[in-house]
């Protein structure tokens, strides 16, 4: 594919592997902090991982900060007031996010108000509506998928007028994203192998879609590589810390190349079905992924068939005939999702969710038509189009 | 050794630019952006499809396309169910912005050399504000350009052509130019 211009920006700092969140103590002085507050929900928690991130802070020398563990599931504009409200009580200086998408969407608006001031964040909504660096914020992601760590957006949902309001702005961006596998070591198996098929989605919708470029297609190979490499070993061995650092890398990678070339179909179907039916956003992309690569496969074959060697090893792309790779890249996502059932009761059709209804099939297509990924889709996708994807994705 | 075009890597290729002067750029992206303008106007007046779509805007929606830093463009607002113009330096708080980032990056969409889409993901224009409507205007846009221009000239400013008859597309063509000029002529 010729592309005769694309932009490329990552100034994330990436931390990652062995005794990673010792260097928080570091990543915090070389930015002149000292007093972060800690971002995180109950279920993080729970899990005590702010325990080992305070306890990885401590014994470099820093004091952790107070503690806002209120994130809810959909991050709101009521728990970032809250938070903000806290960083100014304690007069913070920095943030550190310890959690999934919510949190770090939450923690990423929180920082728009305490470095901004104020309590209108609706002003700062959109895209490219803030104009100057925001306060040190470093993200420690607990689930190996989303990449909001290398991400420069933010949805935050509004409650009086139940909106989500999306923020984007390269200011958004962490300064450092900590990966460490201790904190996604107890990470249960179907939130394990959902959280990889997002990350392997991001990887494939960036790796085929209109704003694919030579920078975002390493990164996305790479990711492929290490999610087709590591995910089934991880959930046969939950405590294999090597394999959770390699998908909790490929995520950070995917999330890096979907934060410049964009997703497409899948998102698109995903986002709707999540709004209306409620399905984990993981799950989404697991179930969507492959009818999606075969919706798209006239408009993207070489490029589809070229995931074969990311995804299967070099053997095997060799000994496919290069007519058939595309086809076969699609059938190894689709094992890849079964032996991910096997172990954990990943669904595979949108029936095996049991929160989608049949009949909200053509509400879901709908609106997935106004979703902005839509525009990034190689193919165009119409009403009709849309609506077959979701019948061949619903059993 | 002579390697095959599967494994050429991607982003090797390099098309020169149009090679045209400037000025005639920017006279081509004027003439274009006032004749986009007018018959998307005029299509939101008399084509089913694009109406259903506008019909979806918040009332008062405001959006414009335009080349950035005081480039060429123009501004439209939904108004009972339709697209009008609006002069474009008046245009108060705009729900949706196509900017281009350069003249060159205009020339090449107005130019049939490039979609839309294609622009939007080469990052030759960013797109600012309310993204779902924005997807109603991209796709009130396409169907105008289906619909007004020749199939092989919309085969390259679409991912693809829609299915539509040439009786069909005849007409709505018709319609649609017919009404522009109307409302060249009578200011409605």
Known sequence: MSQEFFEFFCPVKIAAGYKALEHIPFELEVRGASRPLLLSDAGVVAAGLVDTVTGAMGSGGASAGPLFDQVPPDSSMASVRAAVALYRERDCDSIIAIGGGSVMDTAKAVNILATEGGEDLQRFAGANNLTRPLKPFIAIPTTAGTGSEVTAVSIIKDEDSGTKMPFMSQFLLPDVAVIDPRTTLKLPALITAATALDALTHASEAFTCLAKNPLSDAYASAAITRIARSLIPVLDEPADAGGRLELALAAAMAGVAFNNSMVGLVHALGHSVGAIAGVHHGMCMGIFLPHVLRYNLDARREEIGEMLLYLAGPEIYASTPHSGRATAAIACIEALRDQAHQRCGLPRTLAETGKVQREDLPRIAAMSLDDGSMIFNPAEVGYDDALAVLEQAWA | ?188
């Open chain 2, 1 to 188: 050794m002579h390697r095959p075009a599967e494994f050429r890597p991607a982003g090797a290729t390099v098309r020169p630019g149009p090679g045209i002067p400037y000025p005639l750029q920017r006279a081509y992206v004027r003439l274009m952006m006032w004749l986009v303008g007018r018959l998307l106007q005029a299509s939101s007046a008399v084509d089913p499809v694009i109406m259903r779509e506008v019909a979806e805007l918040p009332p008062g929606f405001a959006f414009a396309m335009r080349v950035r830093a005081g480039g060429p463009g123009f501004a439209m607002c939904e108004q009972d169910g339709r697209l009008r113009l609006m002069p474009l330096q008046q245009a108060g708080r705009l729900q949706l912005s196509f900017d281009f980032k350069h003249l060159t990056h205009a020339f090449l969409v107005l130019g049939f050399v490039e979609g839309t889409a294609v622009s939007f993901a080469r990052d030759r224009m960013s797109v600012d504000g309310n993204l779902g409507a924005g997807m109603k205007i991209v796709r009130c846009l396409n169907r105008m350009e289906a619909v007004v221009l020749p199939k092989f000239v919309a085969r390259r400013a679409l991912k693809a052509y829609p299915p539509i008859g040439l009786g069909e597309k005849l007409a709505a063509a018709t319609r649609i130019y017919a009404r522009m000029l109307l409302q060249l002529v009578g200011g409605k």
